[in-house]
């Protein structure tokens, strides 16, 4: 079942204080089914984040369509995109925002919460997500109080909560050490994996990517190329590499 479609997507940045306007993207057809695991690489500037940023429904394209599940969210206006994003969409941040002043079952809720869902449903499904995430014992703990790995962990639950149709990432690995890169990794192909989750990934990091199943390559604003893995990770590793530096330019 396909999950994302996007068809003809355009974004320009109109001119600003004198600046000229930005043609962030153009002509961006992609399609993403239920269970798969994309990765969006390019270089700086090639418009990554604008295309998480329409995806997710932060922000407005200029031209085009974004279908999630069937429904347009092309034309919603604030109040029904803020609902469309709370029902069903999941999103992990690149420094996972967990809200330090709230433990770990409210962070994980609160999407919940917000929607005024009852109590026992809440908890049903906190315990459920900490289950698989063998978080159940800091339930009651703080942020400041748990260590990066159970964070990462408690802030893909949180995406989890809603049940939602996609789980955008945002430069997941960007600040982290390799090992914490490899459990945050590890953890979003899990969910991938074993509850056939949709992750919709975007990175400059090659290790990142090669947990991927398939890397769209955008450089200028529009689709260069794309690669599937064949699920071995080292060889996808090698050729991500190639890609990069078939389309040129540093990838960062
Ligand atoms: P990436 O995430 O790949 O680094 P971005 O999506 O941030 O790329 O940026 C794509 C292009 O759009 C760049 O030329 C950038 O300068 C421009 N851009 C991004 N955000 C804005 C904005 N809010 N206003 C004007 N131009 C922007």
Redesign the pocket.
């Known amino acids: 079942m396909e999950v994302l479609k996007v068809n003809d997507l355009s ?1 320009v ?2 001119s ?1 204080k004198g ?1 000229k306007e ?1 043609t ?2 153009h002509g961006i057809n992609l399609s993403v089914r239920r269970g798969d695991f994309v990765g969006i690489m ?12 329409l995806l997710s429904g932060i922000d407005q394209c200029t031209s085009g369509e974004i279908f999630i599940e069937d429904k347009n969210i092309t034309n919603l206006s604030k109040e029904e995109m803020a609902l469309f994003r709370r029902h069903s969409v999941g999103y992990v941040f690149q420094d996972f925002n967990l809200l330090d002043s709230l433990t770990i079952s409210e962070n994980i809720s609160l999407p919940l919460i917000l929607d005024k869902i009852d109590p026992a449903t809440i908890n049903g499904k906190v315990q459920e997500l900490a289950a698989f995430f063998e978080i159940e014992h800091i339930q009651n703990k703080y942020p400041y109080h748990i260590s990066g790995g159970q964070k990462q962990r408690a802030a893909v639950a949180r995406a989890l909560i809603n049940d939602p149709a996609i789980v955008f990432a945002d430069e997941p690995t960007g600040n982290l050490d390799s090992k914490s890169s490899k459990n945050i990794m590890n953890t979003l192909k899990k969910i991938n994996e074993e509850r056939n989750s949709t992750v919709f990934m ?1 990175s400059h990091d090659p290790f990142a990517a090669s947990f991927c199943k398939r890397i769209i390559f ?1 450089k200028d ?1 529009a689709i260069k190329m794309e690669i599937a893995s064949n699920g071995d990770r080292k060889e996808f590793f090698d050729r991500i590499l190639e890609a990069e530096s078939m389309i040129g330019g540093e990838l960062q």
């Open positions: 974004k940045y109109n600003f600046a930005v962030a993207l390019g270089p700086s500037g090639s418009g990554k984040t604008t295309l998480l940023n975007v955008i604003g």
